[in-house]
Every structure is written in C-alpha cells, then in structure tokens.
C-alpha cells in the first residue's frame, strides 16, 4: 500500500478550525502522506511538483470527498441478529437480545466474526470511527474476540471493555486482570484500534466495585469511557449527575453517555461544564422509544451514533438524515400547535453533516477525527458525485446528507491505508478477504445463532420495567381496511 496518495480535481469538504466551518475547495486535490492529510490544494495553490516517488494518484473528477464519519455509540457483536428483531421493544430486548441473554450462546468465534462483519458494514458506508460499547465480556476468549475483530477490521475502533456483573464465575476480579491484559496487547501500538471501558452498574453494584472501575479507567487514562442512560420511565439514570458524584465526569478520559434521555437542568449544566458528551442514537430512540425530548437544545454536546445496528441502518449519514428531519418536524409542529407557521428551517443541514463528523471526534477529544484539514487523519470517504441520485450538486453536504446511499461510496480510507477502493471492500489485516473468507464464516455463525433464536420462546412483557415503571399495551397501526 502507497504511503503517498493524491486525490485529483476533486471536491473537497475541508474544515476551517477558526471558524469551525465547512471549506468548499472545488475543484481541489488533496494529499495523503503515511497517516495525515498533508495537503489541500486548489487553483491558487497548486500541487507541489516533488510529491514522493511512487505516490498514488486518483482521478476524482465529480468526486466529493468527505471527511470519515464517527459513529458514537454500538454493539458490533450482536450483528449476527440481523433482521430477526425488527418490531422488537425495548423491554423485549432486554430479556431477549442483550448482554445477559445472549450469554452463553455465542462463544469466541460468533462474537469474532460478528464483531468484524459489522465493522466491515460500517467501512462499507464509510464509517471511518466507531464507539463499540462491548458488553459481550462473559469470559476471557468473548473478550479478546471482540478487541481481535476490531482490530481486524483496519476501522478506527475505540473498543470499550464492560464491566458487570454476570451469572457465572467471571467475576469482577478476573474482568479487571482481563481488562488490564487486553489494553497492554501490543497490537494496540500500531493499529487505529483504541481501548476504551464501559460500565452501566451506578445504581446497581457495590460502592467497592463502581470505584474500582473508576479507579481503573483514570489511572490508565483510557481513550474514552461510555455509559448507557434512560431516564424518566425507563429509571436506567446513568446521566451527568450520577457520574460526577462518582468521580468520573470531570476527569481527563472523554465520557460519551449514550442517549441520555430525560436529562435535567443539572445533567445539561454538567455536561457542558464538563466538556463531555451525548451520543444520540436516532434511529434506534425512535425503534425503542427511548425519546429524547431535551436532545436539540443541547446539541453542542452531542454526536451521533449507531446502537443496535441489526435492527436498522449502520450508516451515520441515515441517522444523521433522521435526526435532522425529526427535529425540524418537532420544531416546526411546536409553532402549528399555537396556529403560527414557522419560518426558517431551525436545522441547516451544515450542523446535521458537523455531528456526523466533527462532533464525533471531539466527544472523543479527538480534533483530527472527523475533519478534513492538514494535520488530521486520513481518514476519508469519496462519494460518486456522478450517480443519478447526486449528479448536478452544488452542495456537496446537502448531497451526501439527503441525496446519498451506501451504494454510492466509492472509496474509504482509515488511516490512510485504503479499506474500499472502487467500491469493493478489502481484505482484513489478518488477510481475509470478505467474500472468499468473512462472509462464509460469518453466514455460518449467524445461522446456529439465528436458528436457536427461533427455537425460543418469545418473553412475557407484562407488569412493570424493573419492577418499577408499568407497561402498558400500544395500539397498533394498521395501514389495511378492515
């Protein structure tokens, strides 16, 4: 692979740090040296005459090249689920599809091969950076699993080690030896894979316990550290006033609490005091009804994510089209239910294309992810600008961002090593190729998986959540005429 490359007359969404705006060059080039962008040029700054021998030139005419996008919030294990929950609830998968219910009926390989198929998934829709919460510790050989397909994967993973507590003998004392040997593996040193921790156990576990985790994740200053949090109803309060009572918020290590639903006064205070973030999972708050009723009017400290990606899209720029679209509906219905029209659109589409990119790097604490500038990674999407869905663009973030599709990713770089190139995916760093090698064994896996799915029986919702918040029945829409 070149450790020279140069993009030629393309269109180039670069990022000016001063204004912390979107720059159009167009047209442009752009040059990849080793792991950075070393430069952007355009008719007044021609490209230099003495690139590196060798160097690696892509005609990119009609091309628009986008900085990678950062997904905040995951699971990659669980991709072998796909398509068998789609009309799941919440409440449904806790008892039927989350950490505790999956344990013991996928080992190292199905957690492996999952892992590296869902982030073949997101490079795919050029995904560059994912937050992959790993709940899926239930032993050693699952743990390590996970970290192998992720580093695999040649994706930019910042992968979280869970700590819980688990019906077996793997108890906290073996997850922290684990913990420690799995974030000194000397792979870490040169792959864009980092390590992160996970924990949700603030209400649950031994003061002991939540210190211990605390503990760990400062002392090593991990990359990031993540929590679930559901409010209101869903009682799971794991938001920025529970963390910094533990010690935890104002700290060095990025705290990245995903959906953060029913936030108060205090919790918004906290979080922008802090500095740390929200991930918002569109798709997935609106599949399960998590809501997030406080989420636009926080938006500077927030990003975008994923969450359970087999029961909907993997892509950040559908998630970041939801959430634009969603938000403007609810601003604009806030004005119609005064009898007033409102005007003008409350969400330019400039700050949905930032929280898909530039937000996620800085929930990380990362101001060279996300963004195309000298100096940041290499981590890139090209886009088919000539497809029938974009052909004609004038902006390319409203291209991408309501006009694109996966399909019209052409090329992806992580690192600035090439991981889809023409629109075909290329093989792991292990050397597998998708189709010859992870696709088969990943078909395997997913079908025993997806086989002892069906022989269970589905959970009886009834009663309350938690033994706290009451279920209730919904009604049912339905579009045939009775």
Not at 15 to 38: C, E, H
Not at 178 to 205: C, H, N, Y
Not at 226 to 231: A, W, Y
Not at 368 to 373: A, E, M, P, S, Y
Request: glycine fraction near 8%; include cysteine; charge should be negative.
């Amino acid at each position: 692979m070149s450790s020279s490359i140069l993009f030629e007359d393309a269109t180039i969404i670069a990022f000016d740090s001063d204004s912390k705006s979107f720059k159009i060059v167009s047209p442009g080039s752009l040059w990849v040296k080793d792991d950075r962008i070393a430069g952007i040029y355009d008719a007044s700054t021609p490209t230099p005459a003495d690139l590196p021998a060798g160097t690696e030139r892509v005609p990119s005419k009609g091309k628009i090249i986008s900085p990678g996008f950062v997904d905040t919030h995951r699971h990659g294990w669980q991709t072998a689920y796909r398509t068998i929950a789609g009309n799941t609830t919440l409440p449904e998968y806790f008892f039927r599809y989350g950490q505790f219910a999956a344990m013991g009926s996928f080992n190292a390989e199905d957690v492996y091969i999952g892992q590296l198929a869902g982030l073949y998934e997101c490079l795919n829709a050029g995904v560059t950076t994912t937050l992959d919460h790993a709940h899926h510790i239930w032993d050693d050989a699952t743990a390590k699993a996970g970290l192998d397909g992720s580093i695999d994967s040649g994706a930019r993973v910042y992968w979280c080690f869970t700590f819980h507590t688990i019906p077996n003998d793997y108890d906290h004392t073996k997850q922290l030896a684990s913990a420690e040997a799995l974030r000194t593996d000397e792979r870490l040193k040169t792959s864009p894979t980092e390590f992160g921790v996970a924990f949700d156990g603030w209400s649950m576990e031994p003061p002991e316990r939540i210190k211990s985790v605390v503990d760990f994740t400062v002392d090593n200053n991990v990359s990031v550290f993540t929590t679930h949090s559901l409010g209101g109803p869903w009682v799971i309060d794991n938001g920025p006033t529970v963390l910094n009572n533990h010690n935890i918020l104002q700290t060095p290590v990025p705290v990245v609490i995903s959906h953060a639903s029913f936030m108060t006064p205090e919790d918004v205070s906290l979080l922008r005091s802090s500095n740390q973030y929200v991930s918002i999972t569109p798709e997935s708050e609106m599949h399960y009804g998590h809501d997030h009723e406080h989420s636009h009017e926080i938006m500077d400290q927030c990003a975008l994510g994923v969450d359970t990606h087999f029961t909907f899209s993997t892509d950040l720029v559908t998630q970041a089209r939801i959430w634009l679209q969603a938000t403007r509906r609810g601003l604009y219905r806030e004005k119609l239910a005064t009898n007033k029209i409102g005007h003008p659109n409350p969400f330019d589409v400039e700050q949905a294309f930032y929280l898909a990119t530039v937000a996620g790097g800085l929930a990380l604490r990362r101001d060279d992810l996300g963004v195309i500038r000298v100096g940041a990674k290499a981590d890139l999407v090209v886009f088919d600008g000539e497809s029938p869905n974009m052909l004609g663009f004038v902006d390319p973030l409203a291209a991408i961002i309501l006009h694109s599709n996966v399909g019209d990713v052409q090329h992806v770089l992580v690192d600035g090593k090439w991981r889809k190139k023409d629109g075909v995916l290329l093989p792991s760093v292990s050397g597998d190729a998708w189709k010859e090698t992870i696709q088969p064994r990943f078909l395997a896996s997913a079908r025993e998986i997806q086989k002892k799915w069906a022989e269970r029986p589905l959970p009886e919702i009834k009663g309350k959540l938690f033994e706290v918040t009451e279920l209730t029945v919904l009604d049912k829409v339905n579009v045939k005429r009775l």
